[in-house]
């Protein structure tokens, strides 16, 4: 069998706050081979950003792995020293941020930021290294590479910050890509331009990718697979055309109908009622259960696990139920 790029294996992370030691992850695994794409997609403080900075060694002081093993090509990140984590995954990784003027440095111009791995960690000669820079540009939709070169990332709107910080990322040619909301501060045009590389990279040099995002349109453009995460965990796994088209969880189903469709004129958009439920307190029961329209009363005490229904994976007690609930709901019969 072909080793994974990446296999997180029960991965678990807790934060120290103010209210308590709060679970952010709960047992999250899964696999990036060559060419794979994952989105995962879910509400707010879910955990999905934080899943992304644990695999990196990007948590915070106040937060640590507390279970779970991580391995970058078979090698298990979490038991080296921070100088050979850091060797591993900058060899293998690139990271695209939702907030590039955070991950851009101010002083530094952006076409030298470009050129730094290709310069110092790929042996490339200065020049060579401003051509790879330059053509990176270009495919990240960046017009007059030569002119903005020498510009500093305050001297740049949002949109061209981020294709900046888009291009840093692919610097290194990584092996595995993982991307935090990076196509939110694009317009329409660019971002089709940024997925559509994407998409070209993963399937022509193998590029793995794990795409961080609450726009479930983009998820269906640049994804095979995707991963529902709810408090903490993952509800629900499969491909992105078998769970749009047959969510087997109520919280997928609830996402898929709150996103809105152009093609459908309504007076008001769906929304899921309730909150997430605070992570400082011990989980009793399913911790959808309280906002679910297809809990029951084994939902309150017990807590589902993730198992294969239909041609995914869904941690509900209820999941057979999955095609009757668009036929409910086309009669008006979910809950609002």
């Given at each position: 069998?072909?080793?994974?790029?990446?296999s997180?294996?029960?991965?678990s992370?807790?934060?120290?706050?103010?209210?308590?030691?709060?679970k952010?992850?709960?047992?999250?695994?899964?696999?990036?081979?060559?060419?794979?794409?994952?989105?995962?997609?879910?509400?707010?403080?879910?955990?999905?950003?934080?899943?992304?900075?644990?695999?990196?060694?990007?948590?915070?002081?106040?937060?640590?792995?507390?279970?779970?093993?991580?391995?970058i090509?078979?090698?298990?990140?979490?038991?080296?020293?921070?100088?050979?984590?850091?060797?591993?995954?900058?060899?293998?990784?690139?990271?695209?941020?939702?907030?590039?003027?955070?991950?851009?440095?101010?002083?530094?111009?952006?076409?030298?930021?470009?050129?730094?791995?290709?310069?110092?960690?790929?042996?490339?000669?200065?020049?060579?290294?401003?051509?790879?820079?330059?053509?990176?540009?270009?495919?990240?939709?960046?017009?007059?590479?030569?002119?903005?070169?020498?510009?500093?990332?305050?001297q740049?709107?949002?949109?061209?910050?981020?294709?900046?910080?888009?291009?840093?990322?692919?610097?290194?040619?990584?092996?595995?890509?993982?991307?935090?909301?990076?196509?939110?501060?694009?317009?329409v045009?660019?971002?089709?331009?940024?997925?559509?590389?994407?998409?070209?990279?993963r399937?022509?040099?193998g590029?793995?990718?794990?795409?961080?995002?609450?726009?479930?349109?983009?998820v269906?453009?640049?994804?095979?697979?995707?991963?529902?995460?709810?408090?903490?965990?993952?509800?629900?796994?499969?491909?992105?055309?078998?769970?749009?088209?047959?969510?087997?969880?109520?919280?997928?189903?609830?996402?898929?109908?709150?996103?809105?469709?152009?093609?459908?004129?309504?007076?008001?958009?769906?929304?899921?009622?309730?909150e997430?439920?605070?992570?400082?307190q011990?989980?009793?029961?399913?911790?959808?259960?309280?906002?679910?329209?297809?809990?029951?009363?084994?939902?309150?005490?017990?807590?589902?696990?993730?198992?294969?229904?239909?041609?995914s994976?869904?941690?509900?007690?209820?999941?057979?139920?999955?095609?009757?609930w668009?036929?409910?709901?086309?009669?008006?019969?979910?809950?609002?």
């Amino acid at each position: 069998m072909t080793t994974p790029l990446i296999s997180v294996q029960d991965l678990s992370v807790e934060i120290k706050t103010d209210r308590g030691l709060l679970k952010a992850i709960r047992g999250v695994s899964f696999d990036i081979n060559p060419g794979d794409s994952i989105g995962i997609v879910g509400e707010s403080g879910s955990g999905k950003s934080i899943t992304l900075k644990a695999i990196l060694g990007l948590l915070p002081s106040n937060a640590e792995i507390s279970a779970g093993k991580i391995f970058i090509e078979g090698v298990d990140v979490t038991t080296l020293s921070p100088k050979k984590r850091r060797a591993l995954l900058s060899e293998n990784t690139g990271m695209i941020f939702q907030d590039a003027i955070a991950a851009l440095n101010p002083v530094i111009k952006i076409g030298e930021q470009i050129a730094e791995v290709p310069r110092y960690r790929l042996g490339k000669t200065k020049e060579e290294a401003k051509a790879i820079a330059l053509s990176l540009m270009e495919k990240v939709g960046i017009t007059d590479g030569e002119s903005r070169y020498d510009l500093y990332p305050h001297q740049l709107s949002g949109g061209l910050r981020q294709r900046i910080a888009i291009a840093i990322a692919l610097s290194g040619s990584p092996k595995i890509l993982f991307c935090d909301e990076p196509t939110t501060a694009l317009d329409v045009t660019i971002q089709a331009q940024v997925l559509r590389l994407l998409r070209e990279l993963r399937l022509n040099s193998g590029l793995g990718i794990v795409f961080v995002t609450h726009d479930l349109a983009v998820v269906n453009e640049l994804c095979d697979d995707i991963r529902v995460m709810y408090a903490g965990r993952f509800v629900e796994s499969g491909t992105v055309q078998t769970t749009f088209k047959e969510p087997t969880h109520p919280y997928t189903f609830s996402l898929l109908k709150a996103a809105p469709d152009p093609d459908q004129s309504v007076h008001r958009l769906f929304t899921i009622s309730g909150e997430a439920p605070n992570l400082t307190q011990p989980v009793v029961g399913c911790p959808f259960a309280p906002r679910c329209f297809s809990a029951s009363a084994h939902c309150l005490v017990s807590e589902p696990e993730l198992l294969p229904i239909a041609n995914s994976k869904s941690a509900c007690f209820n999941s057979a139920d999955h095609t009757k609930w668009a036929a409910e709901d086309s009669r008006n019969g979910v809950a609002r």
